[in-house]
């Protein structure tokens, strides 16, 4: 065994049946697999972190591939913006529950798999206990807050997870496991210290994903549990894979633990750790926040507001508040659109869910615009409550 190979993960099952030694021929005649290591994939417990973007690819192909027990953590329902990445569902699965949706198709592919459905929201109450139950956690969440409390609850229970991350045209692979022999332990606090401050990388939901770009990396996900259960190959514990799309670029950063890092000795409330508003936003939309049927009232009223929308150009591509003028967050933030806003009547901030426009809010109260607000819920909210014929994305 070669220093960056890792031991295998799972003890092999007793015996493959004769369905499955036809089902998995293709592996058992690769010699680094074998009948050992299908085996091994078939006595692996795997949770699976979300039924979306990420999990979708990742529990077909561990299904696929013979993984014996996989859980999967999901409490949303799907959504029609889902179907264009999240190939688990279908149109027919618009509204059910993620979780059965993403059972049905596994078991459509391999009704050899266990399939144990968890329809939880991930908290630091109930994390630890249900990663002790499983062998390898694989983690394609879209968010900050619940990424720390992966790593966290992870590390308390001992157990390696892989993880992944999207973003438009881009993806980032790593395997962490704190307690991996030979003092090579690792986790996503030696990545990424600190959240970055709130705001300053926009979501999926906000900045857009390419589809396909959940298959390239969700597949790489997939070969390192694979790896990792059966003990091949060098895994990417203590390596960073970058994915470029549009330059077809695959590159690896080395990773080291931090020195200065504070060992983890308990769960935290992640979303006060990562602060999805920053506490300038919080404070400027205390009492400056209206609701979509208020702007709606103030403007059948005839009340003279300046609607501001502070989403980006392709957005307002998308959809659009009649009236509104578009003024990005970030021409707000850096002051440059500052003397673009009017001083003479009230200023009404939106972007997509209000997020953004808090920030924005923030910045205005600042530079003296007392009497700006910004819109609850954003644009979403104002489709939902006052115009359902608008398009949302």
Same mark, same amino acid.
Request: proline fraction near 6%; charged fraction near 25%.
């Given at each position: 065994?070669? *220093?960056?190979?890792?031991?295998?993960?799972? $003890?092999?099952?007793?015996?493959?049946?004769?369905?499955?030694?036809? &089902?998995?021929?293709?592996?058992? @005649?690769?010699?680094?697999?074998?009948?050992?290591?299908?085996? &091994?994939?078939?006595?692996?417990?795997?949770?699976?972190?979300?039924?979306? !973007?990420?999990?979708?690819?990742?529990?077909?192909?561990?299904?696929?591939?013979?993984?014996?027990?996989?859980?999967?953590?999901?409490?949303? $329902?799907?959504?029609?913006?889902?179907?264009?990445?999240?190939?688990?569902?279908?149109?027919?699965?618009?509204?059910?529950?993620?979780?059965?949706?993403?059972?049905?198709?596994?078991?459509?592919?391999?009704?050899?798999?266990?399939?144990?459905?968890? =329809?939880?929201?991930?908290?630091?109450?109930?994390?630890?206990?249900?990663?002790?139950?499983?062998?390898?956690?694989?983690?394609?969440?879209?968010?900050?807050?619940?990424?720390?409390?992966?790593?966290?609850?992870?590390?308390?229970? /001992?157990?390696?997870?892989?993880?992944?991350?999207?973003?438009?045209?881009?993806?980032?692979?790593?395997?962490?496991?704190?307690?991996?022999?030979?003092?090579?332990? @690792?986790?996503?606090?030696?990545?990424?210290?600190?959240?970055?401050?709130? !705001?300053?990388?926009?979501?999926?939901?906000?900045?857009?994903?390419?589809?396909?770009?959940?298959?390239?990396?969700?597949?790489?996900?997939?070969? $390192?549990?694979?790896?990792?259960?059966?003990?091949?190959?060098?895994?990417?514990?203590?390596?960073?894979?970058?994915?470029?799309?549009?330059?077809?670029?695959?590159?690896? @950063?080395?990773?080291?633990?931090?020195?200065?890092?504070?060992?983890?000795?308990?769960?935290?409330?992640?979303?006060?750790?990562? /602060?999805?508003?920053?506490?300038?936003?919080?404070?400027?939309?205390?009492?400056?926040? @209206?609701?979509?049927?208020?702007? =709606?009232?103030?403007?059948?009223?005839? =009340?003279?507001?300046?609607?501001?929308?502070?989403?980006?150009?392709?957005?307002?591509?998308?959809?659009?508040? $009649?009236?509104?003028?578009?003024? *990005?967050?970030?021409?707000?933030?850096?002051?440059?659109?500052?003397?673009?806003?009017?001083?003479?009547?009230?200023?009404?901030?939106?972007?997509?869910?209000?997020?953004?426009?808090?920030?924005?809010?923030?910045?205005?109260?600042?530079?003296?615009?007392?009497?700006?607000?910004?819109?609850?819920?954003?644009?979403?909210?104002?489709?939902?409550?006052?115009?359902?014929?608008?398009?949302?994305?």
């Amino acid at each position: 065994m070669s *220093p960056a190979t890792l031991p295998p993960l799972v $003890e092999p099952a007793a015996e493959l049946t004769r369905d499955e030694v036809a &089902r998995y021929s293709r592996h058992l @005649i690769i010699p680094d697999v074998g009948v050992d290591g299908q085996k &091994r994939l078939k006595n692996a417990k795997v949770l699976v972190i979300g039924a979306g !973007g990420l999990g979708s690819p990742a529990l077909l192909y561990l299904a696929a591939a013979g993984v014996g027990t996989l859980g999967i953590v999901e409490f949303d $329902e799907v959504d029609s913006s889902n179907l264009q990445r999240q190939i688990i569902h279908g149109e027919s699965d618009i509204g059910r529950s993620k979780a059965d949706s993403a059972r049905d198709s596994i078991v459509e592919i391999n009704s050899n798999v266990t399939v144990q459905l968890h =329809k939880i929201r991930l908290e630091p109450d109930n994390a630890v206990e249900l990663f002790r139950d499983y062998d390898l956690i694989v983690d394609g969440t879209d968010n900050f807050a619940t990424r720390y409390l992966v790593n966290d609850a992870a590390v308390l229970a /001992g157990k390696p997870y892989v993880w992944g991350s999207i973003y438009r045209f881009e993806g980032q692979v790593s395997v962490f496991w704190e307690d991996a022999p030979d003092g090579r332990g @690792i986790n996503y606090r030696d990545l990424y210290p600190e959240a970055p401050p709130p !705001g300053m990388v926009p979501s999926c939901a906000e900045g857009g994903v390419l589809g396909v770009l959940c298959a390239s990396i969700g597949s790489v996900m997939v070969t $390192e549990a694979i790896k990792l259960i059966t003990g091949i190959g060098e895994s990417l514990l203590g390596r960073l894979m970058v994915y470029d799309a549009l330059d077809m670029n695959y590159r690896t @950063i080395k990773l080291r633990r931090d020195p200065a890092r504070e060992p983890i000795t308990g769960l935290i409330d992640y979303d006060a750790f990562c /602060g999805v508003v920053s506490e300038e936003g919080q404070a400027a939309a205390i009492g400056s926040t @209206i609701t979509a049927r208020e702007l =709606k009232d103030m403007l059948d009223a005839g =009340k003279d507001v300046a609607i501001i929308d502070v989403r980006e150009p392709v957005e307002w591509d998308i959809v659009r508040i $009649e009236g509104a003028t578009l003024i *990005p967050k970030d021409r707000i933030l850096s002051g440059e659109a500052l003397s673009e806003l009017p001083q003479n009547r009230p200023i009404v901030l939106h972007c997509k869910s209000g997020v953004r426009s808090a920030e924005a809010l923030a910045a205005l109260k600042q530079a003296g615009f007392s009497d700006a607000t910004h819109l609850q819920g954003g644009i979403l909210a104002w489709a939902n409550q006052v115009d359902p014929s608008l398009p949302v994305y």
